[in-house]
């Protein structure tokens, strides 16, 4: 795949690649597409939550009960 960039895109992605320690410019543009797709997933998920329906109240005993319950994970897997 071949892409034309006019001159002021083709040096802003030779200074990322510079500054942002890439090795060419074709590894900054995967790097670029990747985190499109993590932001693509993340919305989906996002947007899934909130179809889910109405969500729980979220407060000092949420976190306990979830600190709690991540402790009885780690003793059992230890």
């Given at each position: ?8 895109l083709k040096d802003f992605v030779e200074s990322q690649v510079s ?55 780690t003793d059992v897997e230890a």
């Open positions: 795949m071949n892409v034309s960039l006019p001159d002021s500054e942002r320690g890439f090795g060419t410019s074709s590894e900054f543009v995967r790097d670029l597409i990747r985190r499109e797709q993590e932001r693509l997933h993340l919305r989906t998920l996002v947007l899934d939550g909130m179809a889910s329906g109405e969500g729980s109240v979220i407060d000092a005993a949420y976190f306990d009960a979830l600190r709690d319950r991540t402790r009885g994970l």
